[in-house]
């Protein structure tokens, strides 16, 4: 683990027309290994370490970032592609050669009052929790599958055996992928009680419960593949 304190620069010294751009890395909030390098959240910022080179790079809108806040990340080892959810609903994948591909279609909802709370990618497919139902996305072919409305909001989701779970206000429930995802009486609920997140891994997904319900109490969980 790299640690990266805040460098004061003074920049007077470049001529105008090259000037360069000095983020201030400090708070990190999330960090993602993709095998060969680690990224970074600090604060609303995207930065990218090299163990082998301890080479640093900071993206931004110079390397084709379609946003500037970036609020959530997540990493797809079979694509070996990075999903990146601005503040303002917008997406984009990056790819090993450092190549953004945008889907704005979660952007152009949220002018009309969509905010994301949480992100989870797993496999080839990732989901997007927002207030109003859950976005999934197609990692492999790089754009949005759908959005399915659920009317409340939804604090997590993901993807986990062929399935897509959620947790609501009002329980856990969970559609199979092959089934009509936009009819909302396909989602059947599971458990009574409420997940603040999804972690699907070694064939189990694990979910933590916050608070104790009539049907789970808080704690670790997890579900085991059929």
């Not at 379609?66 to 503040?87: N, P, W």
């Not at 949480?118 to 927002?130: E, K």
């Not at 949005?144 to 062929?162: H, I, M, Q």
């Not at 992928?177 to 409420?194: A, F, I, P, V």
Request: contains cysteine.
């Amino acid at each position: 683990i790299v640690m990266l304190g805040m460098l004061s620069v003074t920049a007077w010294a470049e001529p105008v027309g090259s000037w360069k751009v000095y983020f201030a890395y400090r708070d990190a909030c999330a960090s993602i290994s993709t095998g060969d390098a680690v990224f970074a959240i600090y604060g609303t910022n995207l930065l990218r370490y090299e163990p082998a080179t301890s080479e640093v790079h900071d993206f931004s809108k110079l390397d084709g970032m379609h946003g500037k806040e970036v609020a959530f990340a997540g990493y797809s080892g079979t694509q070996r592609i990075m999903v990146l959810v601005y503040s303002n609903g917008d997406i984009d994948f990056l790819d090993t050669g450092d190549t953004f591909t945008n889907a704005p279609q979660l952007r152009r909802a949220s002018d009309a009052g969509l905010s994301v709370n949480s992100l989870s990618v797993s496999g080839d497919w990732a989901t997007i929790a927002t207030n109003t139902g859950v976005a999934l996305l197609d990692v492999k072919k790089r754009e949005l599958r759908g959005f399915y409305e659920f009317g409340e909001k939804v604090l997590s989701a993901t993807v986990f055996d062929g399935r897509i779970f959620a947790s609501t206000a009002s329980g856990i429930v969970s559609v199979g992928m092959d089934e009509n995802l936009s009819d909302r009486k396909m989602w059947k609920t599971l458990k009574q009680g409420t997940a603040s997140s999804f972690l699907p891994f070694a064939g189990r997904l694990y979910l933590t419960v916050p608070s104790s319900g009539a049907e789970l109490s808080s704690g670790l969980w997890y579900l085991e593949r059929q």
